[in-house]
């Protein structure tokens, strides 16, 4: 069995910082890539920031600048280095695991933490 558990949301000022964490436990898998969303109230999901295993990165337009994506392979842990956060960063933040369990390719998603910013 895989869990993918977030954690670090909370509420912070504009123009302030946080730092999401997101672990992938288990055991008989690689990771392939993994990936931060976020779901605003009344909004989709969208896609924030993503690493693969390769190292490759891509950020969403709206946190290019801001948001920094990074991981450690020793602890199965990606973060999300949130910087100069906006009213318009609140929302839900989802981890996503792209992985390789027993020879089969599945994502997961872990429960989300809430992230808000406001004065």
């Known amino acids: 069995q895989v869990q993918v558990v977030e954690s670090g949301g909370g509420l912070v000022q504009p123009g302030g910082s946080l730092r999401l964490s997101c672990e992938a436990s288990?055991?008989?898998?690689?990771?392939?890539?993994m990936a931060w969303y976020r779901q605003a109230p009344g909004k989709e999901r969208e896609l924030v920031a993503v690493?693969?295993?390769?190292?490759?990165?891509n950020y969403a337009d709206s946190v290019k600048g801001r948001f920094t994506i990074s991981r450690d392979n020793a602890k199965n842990t990606v973060y999300l280095q949130m910087n100069s956060l906006k009213p318009e960063d609140t929302a839900v933040y989802y981890c996503?695991?792209?992985?390789?369990?027993?020879?089969?390719?599945?994502?997961?998603w872990g429960q989300g933490t809430r992230v808000t910013v406001s004065s």
């Open positions: 288990g055991s008989g898998f690689s990771i392939n890539a």
């Open positions: 996503q695991a792209d992985l390789t369990r027993w020879s089969t390719r599945s994502v997961y």
């Open positions: 690493i693969t295993s390769g190292g490759n990165l």
